[in-house]
């Protein structure tokens, strides 16, 4: 029954599932006891210092681990679920969009603000923000790991494990955290995806949200967002704004729009560069016209981000063509 958690909710095989879970339990409890056990050890400049001067001095090393950090940021993330979105699973694009932020504001954002632990003190690496645990860590466990749940594929959960442990060693071997960050960051990130796919990916919820009245619904979801922003976490207005943008752009569009993402290969291209290039006019463009420390204004760029994703965009492609026409159906 739709809304309720089943049992099968990793794979379509019961028996598997019932290992993977154990699996799961069973390595988040053997991380815990290597980091309380081994904490010191683990957050050592001894320990962490021969990996990153080993990767600076080997360029072809440090070009592939700068880009393998990338499948853990939050841009790229972003960039992938507005092509799901456009282009492929409109239902995807905008569970993304709304886990993506969720997943690395709780599982890294908030603990960093609360735990405040400096990052490690190399030379040539400077972040102003804290470092237990890492976000890139916690968000490629979260994302990577709630595709693989979706697609159901063994070969894809080989890929997803491969891609959140070289997320995780690059994020060491750059210089930015501690063996102990990123150990830290698996933890909490896999604890948010089972606690996310154990409430049945807030299946639930949106479908009592969904039926509410947009005239209601849209106002109280920026008024709610727009006050966690004020959340005393480093980059609670940005996620706040990409969950506002999101859910009030894919409300007005199975209102008005009904947009589907269907197309033929030209029309999925077009889409993308239109739309990252304007993803980019926003954050990069707009963003920059931001002064810093002024929450509101930068709650508000990021929602017409995520807006741009799930509404403005949408109705562009529709207007110039670009879509095929409306989709019959209520999309999710």
């Not at 709304?98 to 690395?104: G, N, R």
Request: hydrophobic share 50%.
């Amino acid at each position: 029954m739709k809304g309720k958690l089943k049992l099968n909710a990793y794979s379509d095989d019961p028996v598997l599932e019932n290992r993977f879970r154990w699996f799961l339990l069973l390595s988040n409890v053997i991380l815990l006891f290597l980091l309380v056990f081994f904490w010191l050890p683990l957050r050592d400049a001894a320990t962490t210092y021969p990996l990153v001067s080993y990767t600076f001095a080997n360029r072809a090393l440090y070009f592939f681990m700068r880009f393998v950090t990338i499948l853990g940021s939050e841009g790229f993330f972003l960039i992938l679920f507005s092509l799901f979105y456009w282009s492929y699973d409109k239902n995807l694009g905008f569970r993304g969009l709304v886990l993506m932020p969720l997943a690395i504001f709780l599982t890294s954002e908030v603990p960093k603000d609360i735990i405040r632990l400096p990052r490690p003190d190399i030379r040539g690496v400077a972040v102003p923000t804290y470092t237990f645990p890492s976000g890139h860590t916690s968000g490629a466990v979260s994302v990577w790991g709630y595709l693989a749940v979706k697609s159901r594929r063994r070969h894809f959960w080989h890929w997803a494990l491969v891609i959140v442990l070289l997320v995780a060693l690059s994020r060491v071997m750059l210089g930015y955290h501690y063996p102990g960050d990123v150990l830290g960051g698996i933890v909490t990130g896999s604890a948010f995806l089972f606690f996310f796919v154990l409430l049945g990916s807030f299946t639930r919820v949106y479908d009592l949200v969904i039926k509410a009245p947009s005239r209601l619904l849209i106002p109280a979801a920026l008024v709610i967002m727009a006050l966690l922003a004020y959340i005393p976490a480093t980059f609670a207005p940005n996620f706040m704004g990409y969950i506002a943008g999101a859910l009030t752009g894919h409300i007005m569009d199975n209102e008005r729009l009904r947009y589907s993402c269907s197309g033929s290969f030209g029309q999925h291209l077009t889409r993308g560069v239109i739309g990252i290039l304007g993803l980019a006019v926003i954050i990069l463009g707009l963003g920059s016209l931001v002064p810093a420390g002024y929450k509101l204004f930068i709650f508000i760029v990021y929602t017409f981000s995520a807006f741009w994703v799930t509404y403005l965009a949408p109705a562009l492609y529709q207007k110039i063509g670009l879509s095929p026409g409306k989709s019959p159906d209520l999309q999710e």
